[in-house]
């Protein structure tokens, strides 16, 4: 039980890595896309609605190609809870031994 726990753990902190990492290539091109959308027709400013849309349209690109962290850090708390309540298989570890004469120390 315990080798799932650390491959849940391993597996999902490499999941959030990868995403992590792949974070600013994914926010490089959602800009490059946006702005050679502009209008190059020379004038230098835009009306309030045009920077508003274009607003929009850049954090709904955005949101929509942004990889969620939801599954690997539910792997990783799974992996975490059973690391947590699974068994120690330790053969120096029997009952009765120093540390668990409860002596309170």
């Not at 890595?17 to 702005?35: F, K, L, N, Q």
């Not at 120690?88 to 409860?102: F, L």
Request: glycine share 10%.
């Amino acid at each position: 039980m315990r080798k799932i726990g650390f491959i849940l753990l391993i597996a999902g902190f490499a999941w959030l890595c990868w995403d992590a990492s792949s974070m600013r290539p994914i926010a490089r091109a959602i800009v490059a896309s946006h702005s050679n959308r502009l209008p190059r027709t020379g004038r230098t400013w835009f009306t309030p609605d045009d920077t508003t849309r274009e607003m929009g349209e850049v954090v709904s690109d955005a949101l929509d190609h942004v990889p969620s962290i939801l599954i690997p850090a539910g792997m990783m708390l799974a992996g975490g809870m059973i690391q947590g309540f699974a068994r120690r298989s330790s053969p120096t570890a029997t009952k009765g031994s120093a540390s668990d004469s409860g002596r309170g120390d």
